[in-house]
């Protein structure tokens, strides 16, 4: 299916994104399709799979079946229009890469590629793609980090910091912030408070910690660990 562009050719300041391609619409990718969509943003997917074109199809602004390898689809699907490309085929090497190479000599900005693998990963960013995704390593480190450190959740945010939900330990109940020491002893912030049932709140200095309250912590990856495992 092909669809009518504008003149625009990417742009780098994101409140200024107003269409995305996806190409490739497999869990990943089809994912990241609706998510995008269901914010307003103008979606594009593509697939080389009719099935799941048609089932998006009700879903997406567009949606159209096409061999995203060949430049010729790409171009006549104005791909190289949208504010952001990504490329979420990860699995298929070689789709990714003739794919990614057709999109920058295109010209195209705001590229965006998923990796299944380090070789991957490292191929993409010597073609000189500008975001390399790897969702399954963050994903694993993720999991990591909720069966050792007693998170209920973890971001890694790179450049070694990292955010994480944790119940408040026993050592903090009753315990009011100014007097708590956690900068201290672990290096990190506690950034956040909910109480059992309540909403989230910025935590001051006389914020007093209550059995069943959740925290947001913040801090470098290593202090992190640390404060999971020891508080």
Request: include cysteine; aromatic fraction near 6%; glycine fraction near 10%.
């Amino acid at each position: 299916m092909a669809r009518n562009t504008s003149s625009r050719r990417g742009t780098s300041d994101p409140a200024q994104i107003r269409s995305v391609a996806v190409l490739g619409l497999g869990r990943f990718g089809s994912s990241l399709a609706l998510e995008l969509e269901s914010q307003g943003i103008e979606v594009l997917g593509v697939d080389a799979d009719e099935e799941i074109v048609q089932e998006l199809s009700e879903d997406l602004n567009y949606a159209a079946r096409a061999d995203i390898s060949r430049a010729d689809a790409l171009e006549q699907l104005g791909v190289a229009e949208m504010d952001r490309v990504v490329v979420a085929v990860g699995s298929r090497i070689e789709t990714s890469v003739l794919t990614c190479s057709h999109l920058l000599r295109a010209g195209v900005t705001g590229l965006w590629a998923k990796a299944d693998s380090t070789a991957h990963e490292q191929i993409l960013a010597q073609l000189g793609v500008e975001h390399v995704i790897s969702p399954q390593a963050a994903m694993g480190r993720r999991v990591a980090h909720l069966l050792a450190d007693s998170a209920q959740d973890w971001t890694d945010y790179g450049g070694g910091f990292v955010m994480g939900r944790f119940a408040a330990p026993t050592s903090l109940i009753h315990r009011m912030a100014a007097d708590a020491g956690i900068e201290q002893d672990f290096g990190v912030r506690i950034v956040a408070r909910r109480a059992m049932g309540g909403r989230w709140e910025y935590v001051a200095a006389q914020t007093v910690y209550a059995p069943g309250d959740e925290l947001i912590v913040a801090g470098n990856y290593k202090d992190m660990e640390r404060f999971g495992r020891e508080a």
